[in-house]
């Protein structure tokens, strides 16, 4: 795999990789950039969410099960002092749908924490990742 990344101005990127589609990453204002997209530590995030969440759906799918909707919240905690990597990340998983069943769905979320996400096996020697879930029927997610 091969990647390039393209200064804009000051630390205002665009990097695009294999899969040739371009991306904008920027920092704050105070650390030279626009503070016009995605900052970097965001995107680690973000890689880890989409990771899981397809190795999730692509698993939930082949079981067979219906979801009307599907998120992850994700916090994480970062340390004080500079580099200031991430010190621990939460993945909630929210399964919306009629009549799910919670079997599924933690064999999912398990196998693609323990066997298919690289994003988080790439994570994992150097920050705690914790995971749950919680299921809404399509009415509840409505009134949230």
């Known amino acids: 795999m091969k990647a390039i990344i393209k200064q804009i101005e000051g630390c205002s990127f665009i990097g695009k990789a294999d899969s040739n589609h371009w991306v904008s990453i920027d920092t704050k204002k105070d650390a030279s950039g626009s503070d016009a997209a995605t ?31 599907f998120e992850i919240h994700i916090n994480a905690e970062r340390a004080e002092e500079h580099p200031r990597v991430f010190t621990k990340i939460h993945l909630e998983f929210v399964f919306v749908g009629t009549g799910l069943s919670s079997v599924p769905l933690e064999r999912a979320i398990t196998l693609s924490q323990q066997k298919y996400c690289p994003v988080s096996a790439m994570l994992k020697p150097s920050v705690p990742i914790t995971t749950s879930y919680k299921i809404l029927e399509k009415q509840q997610q409505k009134q949230q």
């Open 39 to 69: 900052h970097p530590i965001e995107l680690v995030l973000l890689a880890l969410g989409s990771c899981t969440g397809c190795d999730v759906i692509s698993i939930l799918q082949k079981k067979k099960v219906l979801l009307e909707d």
